[in-house]
């Protein structure tokens, strides 16, 4: 299972930045406030925006499994390419999924070698990227439209950026196989019951698996959103699920030093509140996880960054996460992160073990004396101590840092990764006593597109946005 290192974020390893360990002890505030808020956790579990805590457990397990498996059970082996069509959180757990469960050069592999189709999480409205993927897909080389499935993530089916993509590939498809057949190539996942999208799937016989009701698109990975594109690309979704219930079940405890989420919550916000460390910082020892780091920013900033609490006081809470990837930012981010402002909390992700790759070893024969301590090592070993070397590096400084560990990068112990920061997002939000599930910022950036794109009844959002910039 996961464990998780904090040592190093306590006052006898880092000194006046980092927290007395009696304050995180039995007895203390911090270890009373966690059993509340675990206690009060139970209590909201399944209800409300908390619907996610159920994603891992039956009924809702059981149920999106087999849909899910279902349908991917259709598309493998007919399709050579899957484009997911999201953003946000629509998008970034299923580009994390597939960087750390399938190799990194899976779009290059044969058909013969994967046991899935490509896949291209299209993100972004970036005409130059969408373009050259769907030249791709269109092309010999792509295999065609004919061995091409998108799947369009959109609950309401009004987010702009989704919504143009979808138009785009729906002309496409409608020109290259006709009105009938075009619906052969799209798998919707949005609202089961209500909205612009549900209708566009009904009138045209979409395939189609639900967004549930009480899951906000970050918290949404370990449903159909993150499982249909991970299930088509050959991943074991049902170990994804058993390890995130196993977290689920540890981040239940009351007891705070059993706790991974509530002691993780609990250094993260108080470091931040108490020693002024307000930027946090993620730094996995491994390239396939380093697109989790995408999706831990999104989780943390969406979810805490609000300015008012539940009481409806101004109070600005939040926290700045930053991704880096080790060992390829102690040579760009660690100089700042020693010798500048001593402001962030730093993450560190470890893996014991690399899978198939784990023995790659530096041969030896080069004859040359200064490198002849790195002939015959392990390159796991050699980006281990690497690791190692940058915990005692911002030891040294006084600037406080956690590990959390991997066995091994597999579908359970990411399932365990995904639940434990979900929850530890959950206590965070009692902590400061905002509401972790919306995100009213965002909206006003919506508003203002959509007036500056013509949809009628936003006009005056254009001309707040033309007046206030000089449009």
Known sequence: MLTIDFRNCLSDRVGSHGLDPASLGPGSDAAARAGDIASDLETTRNTGWERWRGLPFDPMRSTHLDAVTRLAEQARGRFENLLVLGIGGSALGNSALQAALNPPTWNLMSSGERSGPRLFVLDNVDPANLGAVLDFVRSKTGGGLEKTLFNVVSKSGETAETAAQFMTIRAMLIEAFGEKKHSDHIVAITDPERGTMRSICEHNGYATLPVPDGVGGRFSVLSPVGLYSAAVCGVDIMALLDGAAEMDRRCSDPDLQKNPAALL????????????????????????????????????????GKRVDV????????????????????????????????????????????????????????????????????????????????????????????????PRV???????????WQVATAFAGRMLNIDAYDQPAVETGKLATFGLMGKPGFEEWKQKTDAALGG
């Open 265 to 304: 919550a609990t250094l993260l916000v108080r470091l931040g509140l108490e020693k002024n460390k307000p930027i946090h910082v993620m730094m996995p020892y491994c390239n396939g996880l380093y697109l989790f780091a995408d999706w831990y920013r999104q989780l943390w900033a969406e979810s805490l």
């Open 311 to 406: 009481n409806g006081k101004e109070v600005f809470a939040g926290f700045t996460p930053v991704k880096a990837l080790g060992a390829t930012d102690q040579h760009s981010q660690i100089q700042l992160y020693r010798e500048g402002p001593n402001d962030k909390a730093i993450g560190l992700l470890e893996v014991e073990n690399f899978g198939a790759h784990d023995d790659l070893k530096i041969p030896g024969g080069l004859g040359v004396d200064a490198l002849a301590y790195l002939e015959n090592k392990r390159f796991a070993d050699l980006l281990n101590a690497e690791k190692r070397a940058t915990e005692f590096a911002l030891l040294e400084s006084q600037r406080p840092n956690y590990t959390i560990r991997f």
């Open 410 to 420: 597999d579908a359970h112990h990411i399932g365990e990764f995904i639940q434990l």
